[in-house]
């Protein structure tokens, strides 16, 4: 275990407790995904950051709590790619322990329109991907949205829960002139995101979203 780090991993654990309490899959992919942005953006290089992760997940195994589960099975479903076997194996070691009641439903989503959003030269492009909840229609529609700068650098990444609302002021916008939204092809804004969202030193304010980010750009085709 990398020392200096027990503390910090007992912290998730206890932090973990209020997982299963969440409403609902997207709120606990949020909260997971905020966690391991904060472990990435400590990290020194690549081979830190995966240590950092495998010792979180034995920690979690140990703890064997309800949230230590909804935790775990959050990893293995929008993680990054090296730890989900692990932790869905960690996971699957605590049956014993109540389930939240959204288990099932994380990483579980189908890719819908895409959007771009452009007010002005300076701003960049802001790519806007929805997405659903399999069997859960409308309710469980949200949004990734990314601003990419000069150099498709990330400048923002963030998660919306209210994809009509951030519609709806995107055309109102357009309507007084301030930017321009138009449909977006789906193949050609998969690659461009994950592309941009897997490079180097990215913005701080980007690592909490930058999880499920990942996970969400991989599901779009291209």
């Given at each position: 275990?990398?020392?200096?780090?027990?503390?910090?991993?007992?912290?998730?654990?206890?932090?973990?407790?209020?997982?299963?309490?969440?409403?609902?899959?997207?709120?606990?992919?949020?909260?997971?995904?905020?966690?391991?942005?904060?472990?990435?953006?400590?990290?020194?290089?690549?081979?830190?950051?995966?240590?950092?992760?495998?010792?979180?997940?034995?920690?979690?195994?140990?703890?064997?709590?309800?949230?230590?589960?909804?935790?775990?099975?959050?990893?293995?479903?929008?993680?990054?790619?090296?730890?989900?076997?692990?932790?869905?194996?960690?996971?699957?070691?605590?049956?014993?322990?109540?389930?939240?009641?959204?288990?099932?439903?994380?990483?579980?989503?189908?890719?819908?329109?895409?959007?771009?959003?452009?007010?002005?030269?300076?701003?960049?492009?802001?790519?806007?991907?929805?997405?659903?909840?399999?069997?859960?229609?409308?309710?469980?529609?949200?949004?990734?949205?990314?601003?990419?700068?000069?150099?498709?650098?990330?400048?923002e990444v963030v998660?919306?829960?209210?994809?009509?609302?951030?519609?709806?002021?995107a055309r109102q916008?357009?309507q007084a002139e301030?930017?321009?939204?138009?449909?977006?092809?789906?193949?050609?804004?998969?690659?461009?995101?994950?592309?941009?969202?897997?490079?180097?030193?990215?913005?701080?304010?980007?690592?909490?979203?930058?999880?499920?980010?990942?996970?969400?750009?991989?599901?779009?085709?291209?």
């Amino acid at each position: 275990m990398l020392p200096g780090l027990r503390e910090v991993y007992a912290a998730y654990v206890r932090e973990a407790g209020a997982l299963p309490s969440l409403p609902g899959p997207l709120e606990a992919e949020v909260w997971v995904s905020a966690q391991l942005g904060s472990l990435e953006a400590a990290a020194p290089h690549v081979q830190g950051r995966r240590a950092a992760l495998g010792d979180l997940i034995t920690c979690l195994r140990a703890a064997a709590t309800p949230g230590a589960r909804a935790f775990l099975r959050a990893l293995a479903a929008i993680g990054p790619a090296e730890g989900r076997r692990t932790a869905g194996r960690a996971a699957g070691e605590l049956g014993g322990v109540p389930a939240a009641p959204w288990e099932e439903s994380l990483g579980r989503v189908v890719p819908g329109q895409v959007w771009l959003i452009q007010e002005g030269p300076l701003d960049g492009d802001r790519l806007v991907c929805e997405f659903r909840y399999q069997d859960a229609g409308t309710r469980g529609m949200h949004a990734l949205a990314v601003r990419l700068s000069h150099g498709d650098v990330p400048a923002e990444v963030v998660i919306v829960g209210d994809v009509p609302a951030l519609m709806g002021a995107a055309r109102q916008a357009m309507q007084a002139e301030l930017c321009v939204v138009q449909p977006y092809d789906p193949a050609a804004v998969g690659p461009r995101l994950r592309s941009a969202l897997n490079g180097a030193d990215l913005p701080e304010d980007c690592y909490p979203a930058l999880a499920l980010a990942r996970h969400r750009a991989a599901l779009l085709p291209g």
